[in-house]
């Protein structure tokens, strides 16, 4: 089977080097490297240019965040021809087994249809990384528990393994979704088509700054704008839900907004009219999905 990686960055040159070199030396050798630039602006694209065919790099003239980078990357695999498309951030740090440890998986599985692999993500200090907890299918462990794979509804885009298959069934990743909540989007619609694990054998690193999660509540100052994507793509999951989770999103808005007001420290209306500007921008907010190769 044709493996590649599909890597999206936006300056973080230290850390894309070495997620490259780590990539580079997998005792199960990639077919290919796609690298997606987010138009960095840190000398990522001389790099690139200087790695000569080692890699396969596309540098786009505008950032289109994570969401737009993956959804590129993933149609780059596609059209050229690889069977699996190993996706990840610019900061994923992986073992020299990490790839080899998820064909393992397929090769146990190869009586079944797959849509995604997803690797078992820790921190710098080796405890589980709280952005990349994946989401279990239906609340259980799944019957290959006892050999280490788990049944998955939905994973983030830090080191998993997506079938050509599942690509051309449920589309690309949305795009306008630009960053928060593309990933657990886009491997729900997987998980609705395919049989999905976690491996957790397969270890990669994820070199966050601090290993938090999504709290607009203790947010400070510097990245509260960003919540804006997160409040209206989450809009967008729910309308596509059904009434019942439109009516369960806004009872969380609520409960966030009052949250904000009693608990934040730092930035209270700031927060505020993020999360407004959000929830108001989601309510027209009706991206579609893309789909390639549907002949």
């Known amino acids: 089977m044709k493996i590649c990686a599909v890597v999206v960055t936006y300056n973080r040159l230290e850390l894309l080097k070495l997620t490259i070199e780590k990539l580079l030396g997998q005792n199960r050798k990639l077919d290919e490297v796609i690298i997606i630039n987010n138009a960095s602006t ?88 709280i952005m990349n907890v994946p989401h279990l299918y239906s609340c259980e462990w799944g019957e290959f528990a006892s050999q280490g794979y788990l049944r998955l509804e939905a994973a983030s885009f830090v080191s998993i393994l997506v079938n050509r298959k599942a690509v051309k069934k449920v589309g690309l ?71 019942k989770s439109v009516f369960a999103y806004i009872k969380d808005i609520i409960k966030l907004d009052i949250n904000i007001l009693f608990k934040s420290k730092v930035g209270k209306f700031k927060k505020l009219k993020v999360v407004m500007n959000g929830f108001f921008n989601g309510i027209g907010f009706n991206p579609k999905i893309e789909y390639i190769d549907r002949k």
């Open 42 to 129: 840190d000398g990522t694209k001389e790099f690139l240019e200087s790695l000569g065919d080692k890699i396969t790099y596309v540098s786009l003239e505008k950032n289109l965040g994570g969401a737009g980078g993956f959804s590129e990357g993933i149609r780059k695999a596609y059209e050229n021809g690889h069977d699996y498309f190993w996706i990840m951030d610019d900061d994923t740090i992986a073992n020299e087994e990490s790839l080899q440890k998820l064909e393992d998986a397929l090769i146990r599985f190869n009586d079944r249809e797959i849509g995604f692999l997803a690797s078992n993500v820790l921190f710098k200090d080796n405890k589980p990384c």
């Open 173 to 243: 990743p949305i795009k306008e979704f630009f960053i928060w909540g593309d990933d657990i989007e886009f491997t729900k619609r997987v998980s609705k088509e395919y049989e999905c694990y976690f491996v957790t054998e397969s270890i990669v690193h994820h070199y966050m700054n601090e290993n938090k999660g999504v709290d607009l509540i203790n947010e400070g100052n510097a990245r509260v704008e960003r919540h804006f994507y997160d409040i209206r793509n989450k809009f967008y999951v729910a309308k596509m839900n059904g009434i």
